[in-house]
């Protein structure tokens, strides 16, 4: 824990495990079928090997938010159903679906562009999406039964077949959650009376899943819970029985002694107020350590928690550690799990005025992920 193999300038280490056991009691605890979500790279954490390890778990399905990212999948092997619900305006679905990729559908001319993309002997699968509150994609309810109806006629022609109806939550409130889903469960009844019966309706993603029971409907689609991150403000991984799965790590890159009055890093924002040594970690905001994080993001270094001291630049920022024993090689870990004593990516969301979906996101291209099984 305290050295990174020789040569390492930065890396992420997904520990795949946790993905794994993640999945594994999120399923148990919901009670439902659990279409994995690995858009984004898998919130940088690796897609391919994200889906592997959520599959491993128990996850059923996978998704994405558009087809590239479903034809990545293919292409590395992951054979699961996978759903993609974000398209480009006039695209053609004809070699998504060559490859049996599910389309989520926000409007009538999806519809059509998936219908057309069947073939003599494959029917599209679709999840027909709806617009209950959160005014992103989605059909609106104004045209649910336009859709429907030929959403229905399409299925029976042998050209679609409508697997799930689904929408997304505001997670506004519980109040404001329960009135979309009200509107989704109408418009589940009205589907049944255009006849569509599809064997999934999914609305919950992480959030609801653990905190609005009746929105799991038996498939809930979770994608920051698998990663072991939490979607509450007041609620730790560890009080969700959740593991992060991602630790952002550095080698110490230099250490500097230095007099009182020495400034650190651009502009000088933090000067030393004594004699004492500066540390350098080579991770900066190309690599997605946040630079709205300069003077208040968290790193251990050596096993000793400190604060980055000014500002973040593109590659590297400076630990003012005082008289602690550091040296060059010794491993600063900016995020990990929590219960090892590690600052956690919610620390650094907080110091940085973001949430932890956007920390593990965007870790960027340069940072080497090594794959661990703790
Ligand atoms: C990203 C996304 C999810 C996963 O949300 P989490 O909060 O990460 O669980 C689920 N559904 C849709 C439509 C999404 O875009």
């Known amino acids: ?70 034809m990545a999948l293919r292409r590395g092997g992951i054979m699961a159903p996978i759903l993609a619900w974000l398209h480009a305006p006039g695209t053609s679905f004809v070699e998504a679906a060559s490859v049996g990729v599910e389309l989520g559908i926000s409007n009538f001319d999806q519809l059509l562009q998936a219908a057309a993309a069947a073939s003599q002997d494959r029917a599209v699968g679709v ?48 109040e404001d959650d329960r009135a979309a889903l009200g509107v989704f469960r109408d418009a589940v009844a009205v589907a049944a009376s255009a006849g569509l019966a599809p064997p ?46 991602m630790t952002l790590r550095a080698p110490v890159a230099a250490v500097r002694r230095v007099p009182p009055g020495h400034g650190v890093s651009y502009g000088y924002d933090y000067r030393t107020d004594r004699e004492t040594t500066l540390a350098l970690v080579p991770l900066g905001y190309a690599d997605g350590v946040p630079r709205n994080a300069s003077g208040a993001g968290a790193v251990t270094i050596a096993g000793e928690r400190f604060t980055v001291s000014g500002r973040i630049a593109m590659d590297q920022f400076v630990v003012d550690v005082g008289d602690h024993p550091v040296a060059v090689g010794d491993e600063a870990v900016l ?14 969301a907080d110091a940085a005025s973001t949430i932890n979906y956007e920390i593990v996101t965007r870790i960027g291209p340069r940072v080497a992920r090594r794959q661990v099984s703790a």
């Open 335 to 348: 995020f990990g799990d929590p219960t090892l004593g590690v600052p956690a990516a919610d620390d650094w």
């Open 1 to 70: 824990m305290s050295r990174l193999p020789a040569g390492v300038l930065r890396e992420a280490t997904i520990d795949v495990g946790a993905i794994t056991a993640n999945v594994r009691h999120l399923r148990r605890l919901t009670d439902s079928e659990v279409i994995a979500v690995v858009k984004a790279d898998g919130y940088g954490h690796g897609a391919v090997r994200s889906a592997v390890a959520a599959l491993d778990g128990g996850a059923s399905r996978l998704g994405v938010a558009d087809i590239g990212e479903a």
């Open 200 to 245: 999934l309706r999914h609305i919950a993603a992480t959030h609801a899943a653990i905190a609005l029971p009746e929105s799991r409907l038996g498939c809930v689609r979770i994608g920051i819970g698998i990663y072991g991150l939490s979607p509450f403000a007041n609620r730790s991984s560890a009080d969700l029985g959740l593991r992060p799965a």
């Open 127 to 174: 999840h027909l999406k709806l617009e209950t509150g959160l005014g992103r994609n989605g059909i609106a309810p104004e045209d649910y039964r336009v859709v429907f109806s030929e959403a229905a006629r399409l299925e029976r022609i042998g050209k679609l077949r409508v697997i799930g109806l689904f929408s997304h939550l505001s997670n506004a409130s519980a």
